[in-house]
Antibody
Framework: EVQVVESGGGLVQPGGSLRLSCTVS????????MHWVRQAPGEGLVWVSR????????RYADSVKGRFTISRDNAKNTLYLQMNSLSAEDTALYYC???????????WGQGTMVTVSS | QSALTQPASVSGSPGQSITISCTGT?????????VSWYQHHPGKAPKLMIY???NRPSGVSNRFSGSKSGNTASLTISGLQAEDEADYYC???????????FGGGTRLTVL
């Protein structure tokens, strides 16, 4: 079964850092681009970041550029999102998402909640 | 404010058809055939329903169809069923620095 499972969310103070992880199974991880997409409470979906299969190319939404770093360990079938300088605006459910090879998002996890608050 | 514009809500009775619009610009919806649609039941993972404007992934009912004209994409659901009640989001690849954009979501209510 194709599956992605996020972890690492939690409560963090403004200005703090957090690292999210996403462990995948059921497919050849290195063959797929992977994304992080977030959803703030009561709001819609927002694309955050993308990494190519070999990890050589990464892209970010303007709102997180310079603060977030996406990475992957293909040997461990794991995707990461390092989040620094967090603010209340980063409070959201963070989804790990597989790219379908068609510029669409075809496998989603259940998400991990990040709350930035003092 | 979301990059793509969707109606906040639509409704229909069982068996009817509804259409959800998704309006962008020539930098996203109008410029690429990389429009996708997602069904999201709150508390569950979003589900890909349509990719590349009008293609259905394996397992998605043929009651769901997509189209595009200019800068506006549309999702049509025919033969509405109770389980179709959910939030629907459109998304598009974009030429801007933020590579993918979503609509604000449309809440579908099956009356």
């Amino acid at each position: 079964e194709v599956q992605v499972v996020e972890s690492g969310g939690g409560l963090v103070q403004p200005g703090g850092s957090l690292r999210l992880s996403c462990t995948v199974s059921g497919f050849t991880f290195s063959s797929y681009w992977m994304h992080w997409v977030r959803q703030a409470p009561g709001e819609g979906l927002v694309w955050v970041s993308r990494i190519e299969g070999d990890g050589t190319d990464t892209r970010y939404a303007d709102s997180v550029k310079g603060r977030f770093t996406i990475s992957r360990d293909n040997a461990k079938n794991t995707l990461y999102l390092q989040m620094n300088s967090l603010s209340a605006e980063d409070t959201a459910l963070y989804y790990c998402v597989r790219d379908s090879h068609h510029y669409a998002f075809d496998v989603w996890g259940q998400g991990t909640m990040v709350t930035v608050s003092s | 404010q979301s990059a793509l514009t969707q109606p906040a809500s639509v409704s229909g009775s069982p068996g009817q058809s509804i259409t959800i619009s998704c309006t962008g610009t020539s930098s996203d919806v109008g410029g690429y055939n990389y429009v996708s649609w997602y069904q999201h039941h709150p508390g569950k993972a979003p589900k890909l329903m349509i990719y590349e404007v009008s293609n259905r992934p394996s397992g998605v009912s043929n009651r769901f169809s997509g189209s595009k004209s200019g800068n506006t994409a549309s999702l049509t659901i025919s033969g509405l069923q109770a389980e179709d009640e959910a939030d629907y989001y459109c998304s598009s690849y974009t030429s801007t620095s933020t590579l993918w954009v979503f609509g604000g979501g449309t809440r579908l209510t099956v009356l």
